[in-house]
């Protein structure tokens, strides 16, 4: 009797347990909280609108968007130095204009834009604040007039759709027409642009965005990306009007004035519209490939020895141009033959302190590290590891080589001026473009170019070298596909936009561009 | 025999016969002792005591037990008969454990292997898995490399999944184990490297058996986790009567065991390279050593007629052959087993606790330019002198690293601390059915701190700025604590209604809690003079702080049945269903159901002649897998820094288990006298709704991360697989057994749309670099790249282009090669020699068919690395190659990676007679032991049996190999004495 009652005893147990596991298998998110606000829930807007400013740090590395639009151009070159920078030839690859759907670089910018996009609809769509839907409608503003400028056709999600649905698709032309009116909707929404911080969204941003797509109007909405491309007068003039809405002013101080802009402070420059922040130390992009990129493994601070500039291009600089060769006073952290800091490195490079053949420094295979012009797509021999001349944009911080303090530009005045000066010259109603020309020039210690679209071109590529405007400038005056030193051919007008990345197509309302 | 035994026995007289049956832990109850020819016999009593009157002088006796090798005796006039029974694998295969129970080998209807300890060959095994190697067909073991404890990758019956989660559910004492990292990985900034393996924490002394199930009749019982086929672990537990201990040992000396040959100085200099002066400088002799390791277990042993227990304790110490490496590893089991209420309660307790302690090396997966310790010490020119006259180190720059010093700046320990434990109770409701509740917990905590001292300057690496000093050294402290909860409720129901009607029957109801969470910090910029950082992480500069945590759950719940039935004695049948329900899964799709059906036909069972027995099998089913991360289904956000709210998965409610469905036949014989036993089977397997993380860039604009889904494709697995045993001599004084397997594999991508980049490369001039693809009509992990041709005059390398003309390097065009990274065969043999006290045992296993990409030749091995300093084989250095030749992935790194390896050789001899009985020694044996003492093998690198996780995007990559911990071989001494 008493083992039966201890067998039932058991039974129940057993039971009970059996009850007690039992259970409905709801997914709980317990180290972090859930975006799903299709149940009601609500999502935390400020945080990610503070994470959508951050995607802006895609900007300061050396791949992604950035290489895409300098290096596929006359500007920069990525060659292959024996063991070093092969990387599955992407870097040749942009340079020759021979890129495939499988290319790292074109994923990486088409995710970092697009996902960045995702956040800002995020905020405007989830009940964000006023202020932070105008700087969210900015931000997507801004990722989006680079997905156009690079790959034309541009996924959406409409409001309120579910992320399981496959996104949904704008021609070039649709998306720039979404881009102008969002911009026009917000601009005066915006707050002005903060003294010393331009990192913020603001009317100045928003009003260069405009000029910047404006400008490029009669590109994006050509019905061939090839052209040819009509630049319409009233656009034009919008270009002109939104240019001289800008708040900003130049510093005309000749040579600082330039640099003050790329200086480890450069928070400060009143020159900047609007900049991706990086922090001491801190958060920030990878700030350092804006000097690891090209600096020998030798050098002072020390580098990756890659990217170079071309013969060709460097050329185009006069010899006593300031935006290509300047001591930042009291800087001498990197050193060539003139003493000078930063620009664009040539010829012997030296160890930190004076010029003195003692202090000549050599590479790694025990040649003088002299950088040479000549520069070919895989380097050999003894400039190996030295073929090229090197660009130093930015000031390196020394306090902080590995995470600087130096925010990246990422709109500035003399570009704005300069879209101006080319507005006026296609056709738009204004004036100033000799004025323009010439506060520029004399800036950089040099004679101010012709007033011609020629002049305005070669002008852009000089002062706004390295900026990442180069690729977006030669398709707009019609040079991008042109024969060039180590593209010694001109290339199928397919290339004039990239193609859709291999792994987008898993979205079936995209086509690949045309001729991939 | 037969006619003398008759003769014989006709001209005796009678008498009584009795004596003691022990087998080798002492005097055995109820083994059977018969008279042969006669149905005259008996059992013997609690002490192993029988008695038989009227023997014939000239009798036989048949002593016999289950699990025992049955021997004859002649009673040859004696009155008092002693015997001891020795343990015979073969006939302890009869039975086989397999999900929830047990079956008679004769009786399954499943492909289902089982290893007992008996052919355990590998000396202090870290991991069981070490112990499959080789052992099972269609099983295989592939280490990530041959450091003591490293990961390793189980195959059964092939890859059936994309990405990762191919790994077999494993199962200890009933409790299905996460089967995740146990421990964290690591990254001091030159390179990832990978979590220990987590089956580290078993001491092989301490498994009874490891049973494979292979095929979804066998495996369907484990549902959602079975598709990968099934690892059942049963640990040991009493099986003498009386107080037992024992003690065994071993000592193990390991030294390096590739012929991987750099240039000595001289020939360096010979060939054109820099001579700094050193001399004698071998990249062996600067980090690796002659290692020596140790393992000492003690057990303890004791039953009574309704209760028996084992406890035991092991120690093992095992130094890897890389300097500042090893495994020290403390283990208990604790086993208890009581009847109550007169055997109709039955409560069985497990405990299994380990303490692992990991030191490891600077050996990362995917080390650059600067390398990791192992590429450091390879490319160091050896005319440079390690240390300067002053004694302080060499140093040459901050991408040049001196191995000895990067060696000595670098420590890495992982602590782990693992309880499994386990109460099941029996309850026998009446004589067919039982009621059994099994309440499991699993759970661990581990703790890798690893630090590189502030006296190394390494690029990049472990450095923080503050105000314009730069300040070096770095620690991380990575912390994984996991608890995990078993409820399993089971009915078994047995009843034989007659003689053409056997059944047994099963039902259940599984509820599974797995908790996992875990934190991370790190911190830079340390004193120059302090030490010890990971222990006072506080010294490093307050801007260089980081800290992260992370928390997971996962809830399972399943109902399962199984019937097993027998017909007319020659007809198996067994049915199984298993319903699983997953947190993980889509909130459309929470359960899934996996059904299966085994059918086997005995044409003959102990049949004379030539064909002794022969069964015929079939099975089908379906099983699942659902290896993908947790929060895969949901719309997942997190909080970054200064309150940013980053987003981190895409919902997907759909998200349902990859499902694999089976069929296969196969064949279990018996020939000569049941001397050659062997099976072959051939199965086929199609996996569908593969989960895959679709890439971000199709969901754009959306998260960042990809979106887990079920993509559309068939990944098609076909196999057969061998095994035979054969008794060559089984005589009292003389054995020889013979055991061979071979499995072929063949491994396809049907109906699929994708091209999906995997097996990352790594290394200077890398980046982004990957040679193999999953594409539609190859094996998964088939390789792409370029065919290299040779050089050109100018000494540049050729390559084919899109045409299949020759063509430079800016011209060439990648292409499908037709060659895999996974073996197409792999092979098993083994054979035993027993010679009265002598034993010898050798074993052999090998993989046939695949390529190895050689990372670390492509990454380290070329004319410019020479050139620009670095030391290489001597072949490299005086190649036509030029200096400026780009080292771009092509099949000039591609290698055959067929191996055959000895594993083991061991040879034996057991003690006996008065020594032993005088010091109350129940036996005793010596043995010595041989580990990879050959390998024949064409392959360049360190070894052949290589696996770096060279993961990309999650897709795992097969036969890749890059800096990884060089193999050892060993030589093992040891002592097993009982008491």
Redesign the interface.
């Known amino acids: 009797m008493k083992r039966n009652n201890i067998i039932k005893g058991f039974l129940y147990l057993g039971i009970a347990s059996f009850s007690i596991g039992c259970t409905n298998l709801d997914e709980k998110i317990l180290d972090g909280v859930s975006n799903d606000t299709s149940g009601g829930g609500t999502i935390n807007t400020a945080g990610t609108l503070q994470s959508a400013y951050e995607g802006l740090r895609d900007f300061n590395g050396q791949g992604g968007v950035y290489a895409l639009n300098e290096m596929s151009t006359d500007a920069m070159v990525g060659p292959t130095r024996g063991g070093d920078w092969d990387d599955n030839g992407v870097w040749r690859q942009i340079h020759t204009q021979t890129w495939a759907p499988d290319h790292g670089e074109v994923l990486g910018a088409w995710n970092s834009l697009l996902s960045n996009v995702y956040k800002c609809n995020q905020v405007i769509e989830n009940g964000g604040t006023t202020a932070q839907v105008a700087e969210a409608r900015f931000l997507r503003a801004w990722y989006y007039y680079n997905v156009v400028d690079l790959f034309g056709q541009a996924p959406y999600r409409p409001a309120g759709s579910a992320l399981t649905d496959d996104p949904k698709v704008w021609s070039r032309s649709e998306a720039t027409d979404f881009i102008i009116s969002e911009l026009e909707a917000i601009v005066n929404s915006l707050p002005n642009r903060t003294a010393n911080d331009a990192s913020t969204a603001n009317k100045d941003a928003a009003h260069f965005l405009l000029a910047k797509v404006y400008l490029n109007k009669g590109v994006f909405k050509a019905s061939n990306p090839a052209g040819p491309y009509t630049f319409d007068a009233a656009d034009m003039t919008k270009v002109v009007q939104h240019v001289d809405a800008l708040t900003n002013t130049l510093d005309l101080t000749v040579g600082s004035g330039y640099w003050s802009n790329f200086q480890p402070n450069n928070n400060t420059s009143n020159e900047i519209i609007f900049s991706s922040k990086n922090i001491q130390g801190g958060a920030g992009g990878n700030m350092q490939s804006k000097w690891r990129m090209c600096n020998h493994y030798n050098q002072t601070p020390d580098g990756w020895n890659g990217f170079a500039t071309v013969a060709d291009y460097y050329s185009n600089f006069n010899a006593a141009d300031k935006r290509a060769h300047y001591a930042v006073p009291g800087y001498t952290f990197t050193v060539d033959p003139n003493g000078n800091g930063v620009g664009f490195l040539a010829g012997q490079m030296y160890k930190l302190g004076t010029v003195a053949p003692a202090n000549a420094l050599k590479d790694r295979n025990n040649n003088p590290l002299v950088f040479t012009s000549a520069v070919t797509l895989i380097t050999s021999g003894a400039t190996l590891e030295t073929a090229g001349i090197r660009g130093m944009k930015y000031v390196p911080d020394a306090a902080n080589v590995g995470s600087p303090d130096n925010d990246l530009v990422l709109m500035r005045y003399s570009d704005a001026l300069l879209m101006k000066a080319e507005a006026i010259t296609r056709g738009g109603t204004g004036t100033g473009v000799a004025t323009i020309l010439s506060n520029l020039a004399t800036r950089a210690g040099v004679t101010a170019a012709a007033a011609t679209l020629d002049g305005i071109y070669a002008e852009r590529g000089r002062e706004l070298w390295w900026e990442g405007w180069r690729r977006n400038d030669a398709i707009r005056f019609g040079k991008f596909l042109a024969a060039r030193a180590l593209k010694p051919y001109t290339s199928d007008a397919k290339y004039l936009l990239y193609p859709i990345p291999a792994d987008a197509l898993f979205n079936s309302n995209l086509s690949q561009n045309p001729g991939y | 025999m037969v006619l003398v035994t008759i003769l014989c026995t006709s001209l005796t007289y009678s008498q009584d016969v009795s004596g003691t049956v022990s087998d080798a832990s002492g005097p055995l109850p109820g083994a059977s002792v018969l008279v042969k020819g006669t149905t005259k016999g008996a059992q013997t009593d609690f002490d192993g005591k029988f008695t038989i009157k009227n023997v014939g002088s000239n009798a036989v006796l048949v002593f016999s037990y289950i699990g025992l090798k049955t021997q004859e005796v002649n009673v040859a006039g004696r009155s008092n008969v002693n015997v001891t029974l020795k343990e015979d694998s073969a006939e302890l295969k009869e039975v086989v454990v397999i999900g929830y129970g047990s079956v008679k080998k004769k009786d399954a209807t499943g492909a289902v292997d089982q290893l007992s300890a008996k052919s355990f060959d590998n000396v202090g095994a870290p991991s069981p898995a070490d112990l499959l190697r080789g052992k099972v067909s269609g099983v295989q073991v592939t280490s990530a490399s041959g450091e003591p404890g490293a990961g390793a990758s189980i195959r059964i019956r092939g890859n059936s999944s994309i990405r990762s989660g191919n790994g077999p559910l494993i199962v200890v004492d009933g409790v299905p184990l996460d089967g995740g990292d146990v421990s964290s990985g690591s990254d001091i900034g030159l390179g990832a490297s990978s979590a220990r393996n987590p089956l580290n924490f078993i001491n092989q002394n301490d498994i009874e058996s490891m049973s494979i199930l292979k095929d979804a009749s066998s495996t369907a019982i484990y549902g959602s986790r079975g598709a990968n086929g099934v690892i059942v672990i049963t640990t040991k537990k009493s099986k003498s009567k009386e107080p037992q201990l024992t003690y065994s040992n071993s000592f193990t000396f390991s030294s390096l065991a590739s012929n991987l040959k750099l240039m000595s100085s001289a020939e360096f200099v010979a060939n054109g390279g820099?001579n700094n002066g050193g001399t004698g400088y071998k990249w062996e002799d600067a980090i690796l050593r002659n290692a020596f390791s140790m393992n000492h277990d003690v057990a303890f042993t004791k039953s009574t007629e309704n209760s028996s227990t084992r406890l035991s304790i092991g120690a093992s110490n095992t130094e890897g052959i890389v300097n500042k490496t090893g495994l020290d590893k403390y283990t208990m089991a604790f086993n208890n087993s009581n009847d109550f209420?007169g055997g109709?309660?039955k409560v069985d307790t497990k405990v299994n606790y380990s303490s692992l302690r990991d030191q490891a090396a600077l050996i990362s997966d995917n080390a650059g330019?600067i390398g990791n310790l192992i590429g450091a010490a390879m490319y160091w020119n050896p005319t440079n002198k390690l240390y300067n006259t002053n004694g302080t180190y060499n140093v040459i720059?901050?991408?040049y690293i001196n191995p000895v010093q990067l060696a000595n700046a670098y420590t890495d320990y992982t602590n782990t601390n693992k309880l499994l434990a386990s109460v099941k109770?029996t309850?026998k409701?009446n004589d067919n059915l039982n009621?059994q509740?099994l309440?499991g917990v699993e759970t661990s905590t581990s703790s890798r701190k690893f630090q590189l001292d502030p006296t190394i300057n390494i690029?990049?690496v472990a450095?923080?700025?503050s105000?314009?000093t730069t300040k070096f050294g770095q620690a991380n402290i990575s912390n994984i604590q996991k608890f995990n909860k078993t409820?399993e409720?089971t009915l078994n129901y047995n009843k034989t209604f007659n003689d053409n009607f056997v059944m047994d029957a099963l039902a259940g109801?599984?509820?599974y809690q797995y908790n996992a969470?875990g934190n991370d910090m790190s911190a830079k910029g340390f004193d120059a003079n302090q030490m010890n950082l990971i222990d006072n992480i506080e010294g490093g500069?307050q801007?260089?702080f980081r800290a992260s945590?992370?928390?997971?759950?996962v809830?399972l719940?399943s109902f399962f049945g199984r019937v097993n039935a027998t017909l007319y004695k020659k007809f198996l049948v067994t049915a199984t269903m298993r319903a699983d329900?997953?947190?993980?899964l889509g909130?459309n799709n929470?359960y899934g159901t996996f059904p299966s059906v085994g059918l086997g036909y005995k044409v003959f069972e102990d049949k004379a002649g030539l064909v002794n027995s022969l069964k015929l099998r079939a099975n089908y089913g379906i099983t699942g897998n659902q290896e993908f991360a947790?929060?895969s289904?949901?719309?997942?956000?997190?909080?970054?820094?200064?309150?940013?709210?980053?987003?981190?998965t895409?919902?997907?409610?759909?998200l349902k288990w990859e499902t694999t469905t089976s069929s296969g036949v196969g064949v279990d014989f018996g020939l000569l006298n049941n001397r050659l036993t062997g099976t072959v089977d051939y199965f086929q397997r199609d996996t569908q709704d593969l989960i895959f993380p679709?890439?971000?860039?199709?969901?754009?604009?959306?998260?960042?991360s990809p979106?887990f889904v079920n993509l559309p494709g068939n990944l098609i697995n076909k196999g057969l697989e061998v095994s035979a045993n054969y008794k060559i001599i089984d005589s009292e004084k003389l054995t020889w057994d013979v055991a061979a397997n071979a499995s072929f594999l063949s491994n396809k991508m049907e109906n699929f749309a994708?091209?999906i980049?995997a097996g990352a490369v790594d290394?200077?001039?890398?980046?982004?670099?990957?040679v193999q693809v999953v594409t539609n009509n190859q094996p998964i992990y088939s390789y792409y790249m370029y065919e290299w041709r040779g050089y050109d005059s100018t000494g540049a390398s050729i390559y084919a282009d899109a045409a299949g003309n020759d063509a430079s390097?800016?011209l060439a065009a990648k292409k499908l090669i037709g060659k895999q990274g996974l073996p197409k065969m792999n092979l098993g043999f083994s054979t035993n020699v027993t010679y009265k006290n002598f034993d010898a045992a050798v074993s052999f296993y090998g993989a046939f068919g695949h390529y190895l990409y050689n990372n670390t030749a492509n990454?380290y091995f070329?004319k410019?690395?020479f050139?620009?300093?670095r030391n290489v084989p001597a072949s490299v250095a005086t190649s036509a190659q030029?200096?400026?030749?780009?080292?771009?992935?092509s099949t000039k790194y591609l290698e055959k990676g067929d191996f055959l390896r000895m594993g083991n050789l061991t040879v034996g001899y057991t003690f006996s007679g008065a020594t032993l009985e005088k010091m109350k020694i129940k036996s005793a044996r010596f043995f010595v032991n041989g580990q990879n003492l050959l390998l024949f093998t064409n392959y360049s690198g360190f070894d052949p049996e290589v696996n770096t996780n060279k993961a990309k995007n999650g897709v795992p990559s097969a036969g890749i190999d890059y800096l990884s911990y060089p193999r050892s071989k060993a030589i093992a001494l040891g002592l097993n004495v009982t008491f």
């Open positions: 820099a209420f109709a309660l330019y720059s901050n991408t109770s309850l409701l009621y509740l309440v690029q990049n450095q923080a700025s105000g314009s409820f409720h109801y599984s509820y969470s500069l801007t260089e945590s992370w928390k997971n759950q809830e719940q329900g997953s947190t993980k909130k929470k947790v929060n289904a949901v719309a997942r956000a997190s909080y970054g820094n200064n309150g940013s709210l980053n987003v981190d895409n919902a997907n409610p759909d679709v890439p971000s860039a199709a969901t754009q604009p959306g998260p960042p979106r994708g091209f980049q290394g200077q001039g890398l980046t982004g670099a990957y390097l800016g990454a070329f410019g690395a050139l620009g300093g030029a200096q400026g030749d780009p080292n771009s992935p």
